[in-house]
């Protein structure tokens, strides 16, 4: 079969909602001045590694991207699509963010702006080849639209090295799972981009570990009870992000051939696992009620979203969200507040 040759249609925008990819920005000032003297030698190395490029070569649309893709289905289509654009958005907001701490940090902290250079001409070759692989579907994104017009969040310093390691990480654990799985069962692998997740991984697992030495530079973020619970904090927000996400798209992790529940948990166990070796705590994802309440407020997160999208008044719609607004934070009070596991001491104990 030919690749359809129809010009695809350029999105200008992406539908902004609590779950979707943000764009940061943050004290380019305090970065410069950190002080990353204890960990200058992981970063060299981490430099060393990406100068090299292992994967230079690796984004290539092969032969096997060259065809139509009218006989996918549409359901198919639809939800492949949506997976498609909300990773392009994730990778294009790290190499915004990237870039622009690499040009402020030039002439301030060269060791930093390199890392942040490198690790920025990674996220534009995942954004590039994501947006190539949409045009297939006859639709991209407009990139260069969506860096001027979309909403950045401002995070202090601390939080953009906690919240972008256990991006890197988790996204690791999603990317490099789904590739096993489709390994094995290769009758779902419709599309050749999965084929690209092995090598592809490795650049989000390089960047965590980047994070991670940030991390552990500042031992504000890890050896006081402030750097405990910010940790506890970001741990649940994306765990909670993530089986909200995964369930609003189980329809995509059913045409990989995947349990949508299942999945969700072995990504935040592994993830959870990969923290301790960077943060001090980790949370106890393995009682009982870790799992249920984190699911359940995925259902009602659901049923907010079917409120939002019913023709109801908006004084009915605010009346019928409450409840399940207080609930959902009820959950994740309860989750935040179980006891942790102490990923220092056990760290201390091993070395």
Known sequence: MTQTTSQPILKTATEETILSPRFYTTDFEAIANMDISSQEAELKAAIAEMRADYNRYHFVRDEEFKQSWDEIDEKTRRVFVDFLERSCTSEFSGFILFKELSRKLKDRNPILAEVFHLMARDEARHAGFLNKAMSDFNISLDLRHLTKHRTYTFFKPEWVIYAVYLSEKIGYWRYILMYRHLEKHPEYQFYPLFKKFENWCQDENRHGDIFKALLRSQSS??????????????????????????????????????????????????????????????????????????????????????????????PIKFLRKLPLVTAILADLLYLYFLKPTDAESLRTAVY
């Open 221 to 314: 973020m890890w050896n006081n009870w402030k750097g405990r619970l910010w940790a506890r904090f970001f741990l649940l927000s994306v765990f909670a992000t993530h089986t909200l996400t995964v369930r609003e798209r189980a329809d995509f992790y059913e045409s990989v051939g995947l349990d949508a529940r299942e999945y969700d948990r072995q990504v935040i166990r592994k993830t959870n696992e990969t923290a301790a070796r960077a943060f001090p705590v980790t949370l106890n994802v393995e009682h009982p009620q870790f799992f249920q309440r984190l699911e359940r407020c995925a259902e009602r997160n659901q049923k907010l979203k079917a409120i939002a999208e019913s023709k109801a008044p908006k």
